[in-house]
Structures are given as C-alpha cells and as structure tokens.
C-alpha cells in the first residue's frame, strides 16, 4: 500500500498520475499545464462531446490550443474519459467542477457533491485530493471531509485533501496558468507541502496559506473585491450622468495616480461565471452565521440595477429621434460577457437584449465570437456587420467591446450608437452621433 509521504518521490519523478474532474474553462487549461509539466493526466467529464472532442485532438477552450492537446494525445501524455472507475488509479485528484447558483441565489454545491462521491467510490491510501471550484469557506472541511472519511480512510496519513483556488483569466493574453501564484491550503502541513508541490510544476509561485478555510476565502475576497468595484464605478458612471460629466474621462484621470488607485470601469452589468456569482457564496455563508455582508448585498443591487439602466437609456434615445422602443431596429454589438471571449454564461446582455425584445423591438446583433444564441427563448444567429445592416438599424447598441469590430465604420456608417464600454474611444469623427454610459 502507498503511503501519502510516497507522493513526494511520485510528484517528482513525475510518475505520479494526475487526474482533473471537470474539463472546462479551468479544468482543461490545467490538465493541458500538468501533462506538459510531463505528468500523465485523465481529465473526468460527464459531457461525452467534450471528451469526444478531446479524444480527437479539438480543444473548446479559447485559451487552449487543439495542437496542444493533439501533442500530449499522441505523447500518452493527456486522454479524457467519462468512465469515472479511472479514478482508482489517480495518484492526486483535481476537482474543477461548477459552483453555480440556484434560483434562490443560493450555492449550489452538487456538482462538487456528485464528484466527491465518485472520488469517495474510489478513494484509496496515498491519495491526493484537491478542491479548485469557487466555493464557501467551510466546504472543504466540513462538507468534502465527512463524504470521504466515509470511505474509512484517514485524512491527513491515509491520504491528503487541499483547497487551491483556480484564478484564471480567460483571454488574458498576459497573464495566463503559468505567471499567476497558486494559493494553496491543506487540511494538514503535509496536505499543504504535496499539493504546492505538485502546483510548483507548473506555476512560477505557490502561496501556502494555513488552512483550506482561508484558501477557500482567499478567492471570495479576490472576486467580492472586484464586484464592489466594479458596483462603485457603476454607481459613479450614474452620478457622472446626473452631473453632465464624461465617467470614462474622470476614471481615466484618477488612474494616472501611481498609487492608492485601482482603474475598474462601468459596464450594462456583470457577467461570467465568477464575479455575479462568487460573492453570493459568501454572503450566504455569512448569513447562516447571522451576519449581513453589507458591502456585497449594495454591489449586487448596484450592478444588477445596470441591465435595467441600459434599457432606459436605449429609450431616451430612441425617444430623441421620435421612435419608440417598440418597433425599433437595435444592432447590438458583442454579447458575450467580456471582450475577446465566447463565454455567455451570466452575460448582461441577456437581460438588455430580453428585456428590448419584450417591449417589442427588433433586435440583431453581431458577436464575432458568439455564433448564435438564446435570449429568454428567442433564438438568434450573428448577423454580418455589412453596411446594410448598419445603415438599416435604428441604434446601434455596444454592450461588449469586442477586438477585430471596426468602430469607427460602424459610426461613419450607421446610425447613432449607445456605447456602454467606451468602446468608440478612439472614434475621431461623427462624436455627435455616439452617446456614452
Ligand atoms: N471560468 C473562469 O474563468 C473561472 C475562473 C476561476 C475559477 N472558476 C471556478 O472554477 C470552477 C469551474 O468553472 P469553469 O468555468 O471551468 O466551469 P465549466 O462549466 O467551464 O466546466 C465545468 C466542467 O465540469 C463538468 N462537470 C460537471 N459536473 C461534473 C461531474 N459531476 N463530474 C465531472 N465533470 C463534471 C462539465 O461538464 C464541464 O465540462 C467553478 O467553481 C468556477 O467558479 C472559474
């Protein structure tokens, strides 16, 4: 039988077998990172397209090259697979599953449920286990512990259970896997020492911290801090307005400070998986601990109020032109939930785009990375930004600032344009025709 210490010799001479449940936009880049750190990795998912895709050398994910995954494919290096018995062999277990909401607003913790169960199936001495999902703190130690004590091992000698906090930055062409440190926190020292181990042969830092709770909240107040910011330079852009100031100038201004100033930008809301989500696991957290997480309850109200605001904006103007929203022709341009990416999940611009269609306009968009989508059931396809379409269009509506959009054509062409993301900053003709948040 392995022992937990036996890992130490495993991880370095790579003969340790890596495992990643949950092949998304975490899971794979880190797979694709640790098999080219020269381990061999199984990635687990329960979606046979993905693992099928995989299995054929096509990456998904914007971030992760289909060559690379083809070259560790062909080097024994990387395969994936929906067969969970796999798990058995595993020497260290990543778990990158999804942390969503429920309706309520709620944390819903299944999907990391359904994965520890499979790993508590095949639990075995020397074993590695290590938490990455955005969660609450407290759910490494007080909800993962019990379901794999279950399996009647004992943590910390039989085998180890960690909590490191996936930080990556889809599309950030700067920083990727690699150059952003890896806060890692055990359940005991020794759980601590083999999960930085394993991380230190990818990622340029570890950061241990002394426990999983704090790792776990490490991450919450990393994504809390950048929803109240985000929360206060929205807040600022509605002040900026009702005080006939430009917001993008005066953020611009105070960011040229060199310190005690962090640049955040105002936005139609919040999106993504992260930063909508992420603070709500805390809040919900403090409240069973019957304490109010103020700053985080006036963000959420702040930033989720901006959907609304837009569609109150787009109004006004189409009222200065004598049109109503009803009937209009919108082009919106990008829906993704930031620049440069095809992620939809928690976009602002479904809710812009649902509430425009309910009060009867008539929406296009055009996303160059988002093919085709679904606004509350209405199906739409990017149309091409010919100057047809822009020319046909009543308003043109920027609610992602998308690279590769020529802005400066979509104003000397079309009608007058709504930009939310100062994305027509360098637009040096037509000024009169673009309105601003
Ligand atoms: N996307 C980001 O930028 C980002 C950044 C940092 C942290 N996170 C966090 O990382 C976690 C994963 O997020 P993501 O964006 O990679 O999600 P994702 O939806 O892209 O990927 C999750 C994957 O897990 C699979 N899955 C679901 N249930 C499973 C199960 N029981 N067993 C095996 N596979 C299962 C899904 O099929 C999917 O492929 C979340 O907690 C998220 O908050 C995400």
């Given amino acids: 039988m392995s022992k937990l210490t036996d890992l130490r010799d495993r991880i ?10 949950g092949l998304g936009y975490v899971g794979l880049p880190l797979a694709v990172e640790l098999g080219q750190a020269g381990f061999r990795v199984t990635g687990f998912d329960v979606d046979a397209v993905k693992v099928r895709g995989l299995a054929q050398g096509r990456s998904y994910i914007g971030d992760v090259e ?8 062909e080097q024994g290096r990387l395969e994936a697979t929906t067969d969970f018995d796999g798990l058995a062999e595993m020497d260290i277990i990543n778990i990158c599953v999804p942390t969503p909401l429920r309706k309520t607003r709620d944390p819903d913790v299944s999907y990391i449920a359904s994965a520890v169960e499979e790993v508590r199936k095949h639990l075995r001495e020397g074993q590695l286990v290590i ?6 703190p407290g759910t490494t130690h007080e909800f993962v ?11 910390g000698r039989d085998f180890g259970l960690a909590f490191a906090p996936e930080r990556i930055d889809p599309a950030n062409r700067q920083f990727k896997v690699k150059n952003v440190p890896k806060v890692v926190g055990g359940e005991t020292p020794l759980c601590t020492e083999l999960a930085c181990q394993v991380f230190g042969t990818v990622f340029e830092t570890t950061v241990p911290v002394s426990s999983t709770q704090a790792a776990e909240m490490v991450k919450l107040l990393e994504n ?11 807040e600022i852009a509605l002040m900026c307005e009702k005080l006939d100031l ?3 100038e005066v953020i611009d201004a105070a960011a040229t400070k060199p ?3 962090m640049k955040f930008t105002p936005g139609p809301g919040l999106g993504g998986h992260c930063i909508p989500v992420d603070p709500a696991y805390l809040s919900w957290k403090m409240k069973s601990l019957n304490f109010p997480a103020r700053f985080i309850e006036l963000a959420t109200e702040v930033n989720g109020s901006m959907p609304d605001h837009v569609v109150d904006r787009i109004a006004e103007l189409l009222n200065e032109d004598r049109l109503a929203v009803n009937g209009a022709r919108i082009l919106v341009l990008g829906v993704a939930y930031k620049s440069g990416v095809d992620d939809m999940r928690e976009s602002p611009a479904l809710d812009v785009v649902a509430t425009l269609l309910a009060r009867g306009a008539e929406i296009r968009y055009h996303d160059p990375f988002v093919a085709e989508c679904d606004f509350a059931g209405a199906s739409m396809k990017s149309v091409d930004l010919t100057d047809e379409v822009l020319k046909s269009s009543d308003l043109v509506v920027v609610l992602t600032d998308h690279p590769g959009v020529d ?12 930009d939310t993301r100062n994305a027509t900053r360098d637009v040096a003709h037509d000024r009169e025709k673009i309105t601003r948040l």
């Fill in 407 to 418: 802005y400066d054509r979509v104003v000397r062409v079309g009608p007058r344009v709504f």
């Fill in 259 to 261: 310190y005690g100033f």
């Fill in 12 to 21: 370095e001479s790579r003969e340790a077998r890596i495992g990643v449940i």
């Fill in 246 to 248: 430009d917001v993008w």
């Fill in 145 to 155: 512990i019990p379901m794999l004590e279950d399996a009647g091992l004992e943590i």
């Fill in 224 to 234: 809390t801090f950048r929803a109240i910011n985000i929360g206060l330079a929205n």
């Fill in 131 to 136: 938490l990455g999902s955005t969660t609450y």
């Fill in 66 to 73: 289909s060559s690379a995954v083809a070259a560790l494919l």
